[in-house]
């Protein structure tokens, strides 16, 4: 086969207009992507190889025979340059690809151009071994030489790293890794054939179609698996194996990516069904939770699940940047907590309520206490404070039992909590002794909830295992009479009231005056 050739031109043609197509599609879809300009470039430099050996096999018009076929070696000596520089990029290694390098990478190229372009002048391209009429260059002199060892050297690194980077990936980065060794070994399969002589075209060069196919290859991981999106920055044996759950988004809210944790947890069969997806459509159950973080680039916060919580979820956003800090996605990672908070929740209460009636501890009340009387203050709003205890409680613990006793503490504070306000602080002050903080109460209004209290405690015998134990309660009432009164000074005037209320027989609510002070 000899030039002209319009079949083989045509199918060089359709290779090179499908190459161009990818890399505008490239350029549409994922240019802000790492590594898809390289890619993009890679593209464009094999549609120019292509499309110039296209012309040359067409017979097109050209200053001299060899013009177009030399024009290949533009393309010719970019393709391995930027295969390395992907691969670079997609492995562990993008942080090697800063401009010293690329500049250092691109001498070879210039001079070998140079070199075949000036070969008249200094015969060290072709060496003097260019025969009339051949389709392709298959021998030269000690610059084509050194130019093969150079670009199969490229090769052969991104080779090695793709392969190492497979064997170490797991999941679908290894699904990924797996379309760049197809491409990479159809380029190695071609270089093959070509060495052994059995070469499907005479007198012509197929190394175009092979190095084609690989960036095709290299473009459908792109494309299929969003490969430059975040997963090289996200996906690693780490990720494959946390214990936490991991997604990984692209910029455009597409799930790039999920560990073992997210696939078991949301019975994911097949993890194709939800890659390439956006958020919302792979994961409708979460619908109410990916409205409130869609648009959220970094946070913290804790999600408990069900109402009441079941279950807690410690939740990381992240953001994830390229190398020029240009936002390519966001990854979100939770941790269950669930034994932990609920370990929080009961130490919580052991240091807030009463172990025995589950009503707030007096350390608590004051703690709450001293913050809401600055308040009132602030605000001007009136206060009220009630201590009350059970009327004769020590005969109930000497007749029936401790363990009766706390049966009637414990249901005495429920008719408490069934009349108190929500507002209000209700805590078990010590023994058979309570205390009430009423916010935003006057006097009278104090006093007209220890009646109906009263009233509803005297109405609500307590039965304990078979017991019908009637009790009643006493009272001492306070208010804050100015601005300098402390806690210590109300309770103070409540426990007055209450000391003459069981002066008084009992059963019955007091309010503080001065002439009520035991000094």
């Not at 009387?373 to 004769?392: G, M, T």
């Not at 009278?444 to 078979?466: K, N, Y």
């Not at 009164?485 to 503080?512: F, H, Q, S």
Request: one cysteine or more; proline letters at 5%; charged letters at 20%.
């Amino acid at each position: 086969m000899s030039p002209p050739n319009i079949y083989y031109s045509a199918a060089l043609s359709v290779a090179g207009i499908i190459c161009f197509i990818v890399a505008a599609v490239i350029w549409q879809m994922r240019r802000a992507s790492a590594g898809a300009v390289s890619l993009m470039i890679l593209m464009l430099a094999l549609s120019w190889w292509d499309l110039t050996y296209a012309l040359f096999w067409a017979g097109a018009p050209a200053p001299s025979y060899y013009f177009w076929l030399d024009s290949t070696y533009v393309g010719v000596v970019i393709v391995p340059l930027v295969v390395f520089v992907f691969t670079l990029q997609l492995t562990r290694y993008g942080h090697w690809v800063k401009r010293p390098l690329i500049l250092a990478l691109c001498v070879e190229p210039v001079l070998v151009l140079f070199f075949l372009f000036t070969d008249p002048w200094f015969n060290l391209f072709f060496g003097g071994k260019r025969l009339p009429g051949m389709g392709m260059i298959p021998n030269g002199g000690p610059i084509f030489w050194a130019n093969i060892v150079y670009s199969y050297g490229l090769v052969l690194f991104s080779t090695i790293l793709i392969v190492r980077s497979f064997w170490e990936a797991v999941g679908l980065y290894r699904k990924q890794l797996s379309w760049l060794l197809i491409g990479i070994g159809v380029s190695w399969l071609n270089s093959l054939i070509f060495i052994v002589g059995l070469r499907p075209f005479p007198n012509a060069d197929n190394t175009p179609f092979s190095f084609s196919i690989l960036g095709i290859a290299f473009t459908f991981a792109l494309l299929r698996y969003h490969l430059l999106d975040v997963v090289p920055i996200a996906r690693d044996k780490l990720i494959e194996s946390m214990s936490e759950g991991v997604i990984v988004l692209d910029a455009q809210s597409r799930v790039v990516d999920v560990n073992p944790v997210v696939q078991k947890e949301m019975n994911l069969s097949l993890l194709d069904s939800v890659i390439g997806q956006p958020i919302e459509k792979a994961f409708p159950q979460w619908i109410e939770f990916i409205k409130a973080f869609r648009d959220v680039n970094e946070a913290q916060v804790e999600i408990p699940i069900g109402d009441p919580p079941r279950r807690y979820l410690d939740l990381r956003i992240s953001p994830l940047a390229d190398n020029r800090h240009h936002l390519i996605g966001r990854l979100f990672v939770w941790r269950d907590i669930t034994e932990l908070k609920f370990a929080q929740i009961e130490l919580h209460e052991l240091a807030t309520q009463d172990s025995l009636t589950q009503a707030f501890n007096r350390r608590h009340f004051v703690e709450l206490a001293n913050q809401e009387l600055p308040r009132s203050i602030r605000f001007k709003y009136p206060l009220a404070l009630i201590l009350l205890d059970i009327d004769n409680f020590k005969n109930i613990n000497d007749h029936y039992g401790h363990l009766v006793g706390d049966q009637v503490l414990a249901a005495f504070v429920k008719i408490c909590q069934r009349n108190i306000r929500g507002p209000d602080l209700f805590a078990r002050w010590g023994g058979d002794e309570f205390i009430f903080l009423l916010r935003e109460t006057v006097l009278e209004q104090a006093s007209q909830f220890a009646e109906r209290l009263s009233a509803a405690v005297t109405q609500s015998p307590i039965l304990v295992e078979d017991l019908n134990i009637p009790i009643t309660i006493s009272l001492g009432i306070s208010t804050m009479a100015s601005e300098k009164d402390t806690l210590e000074i109300i309770v103070a005037r409540a426990d007055e009231a209450l000391y003459a209320a069981k002066e008084a027989g009992r059963n019955r609510a007091v309010i503080w005056n001065a002439q009520l002070n035991r000094d």
